[in-house]
DNA sequence: CAATTTAGTTGACTTTGTCAACTAAATAAA
DNA sequence: TTTATTTAGTTGACAAAGTCAACTAAATTG
């Protein structure tokens, strides 16, 4: 089976991917929290230190609107900003206990909806489904860098 | 390997389709349909025969959207309605040779976004991969009636 | 045929996201 | 060192995306 024939069944991903994203849409509809808040939060979470810029050049997101969202952030409690010590310029953002658990809430909803997709399958397709996941996980850490 | 660890590990997966996501976004940017009307003209173009509401149901989209964006459609010759023999007050839609056109246009960007994510895998990881996102895709379909 | 439901449209609105002008600190060049 | 340039982030004004509720017209129920 060569790649060309691959490319034809691909387009079932495509579909795949596009009943994704309104599951996670539906889902975020009943947070108080929008997609691009969610990323952020997740990005905030998974990196140790990073700045608002890290996440302006990881997400593609508008400094502008970053800035307002994490100023609501702030006014919410969920992180902290801590002036960076090589540039003064610089904050570095975490997560506060109150960020962590809506961070972890939301990421409880979405595993909610994964789990209810996936959990007809069999043992077997779930192995395999994990195993492939994490393998384009780790290929989208190699092409963001 | 039983259900419990797979949760665990289904976290991935998470990221994973909030990567997905992130691309999508990013090449419709460089369009000029969003992506409620890319998933609009999916629908139509897979459906046979839908009307405005079926597109409501599968997509749990606010119908005044819905309804301006059919409009627009129609202005730019994408679709064409046909009202219902049943019903006098459904349309029946169909996409034009230009929404046909514009339909695989989107198709066509999308899945060469995929082809990048996806190409540095091996042909045994595509042909697994393939096959557990039709899978999936099935069972979209099936959750979806 | 009167009352109620359903499909779709429209106006007014909120939320989400962008753009460009700005401030303040850092770095580079003189 | 002091002037010029770049970089991080904020803000105001705006555009795009999406929602809500009131409405029209046709269909269905009783």
Redesign the interface.
């Known amino acids: 089976?060569?790649?060309q024939q691959?490319?034809q069944?691909?387009?079932?991903?495509?579909?795949?991917?596009?009943?994704?994203?309104?599951l996670?849409?539906?889902h975020l509809l009943n947070s108080e929290y929008s997609?691009a808040e969610?990323?952020i939060l997740?990005e905030i979470f998974t990196a140790k230190q990073l700045s608002a810029s890290d996440i302006i050049y990881r997400?593609?997101i508008d400094k502008g609107y970053l800035s307002r969202i994490l100023k609501k952030f702030e006014k919410e409690d969920l992180i902290v900003r801590k002036p960076s010590e090589e540039d003064a310029r610089v904050s570095m953002l975490s997560l506060t206990d109150a960020g962590l658990k809506v961070f972890f809430g939301l990421?409880e909803a979405?595993?909610k909806q994964?789990?209810?997709?996936?959990?007809?399958?069999s043992?077997e397709?779930?192995?395999?489904?994990?195993?492939?996941?994490?393998?384009?996980?780790g290929?989208?850490e190699?092409?963001s860098r």
């Open positions: 089976m060569d790649i691959h490319i069944e691909i387009r079932t991903f495509n579909r795949f991917y596009t009943d994704l994203i309104g996670l849409d539906k997609l969610a990323r997740y997400l593609s990421n979405s595993e994964i789990l209810a997709l996936i959990s007809p399958m043992i397709q779930l192995d395999e489904l994990v195993k492939h996941m994490m393998a384009i996980t290929l989208l190699k092409q």
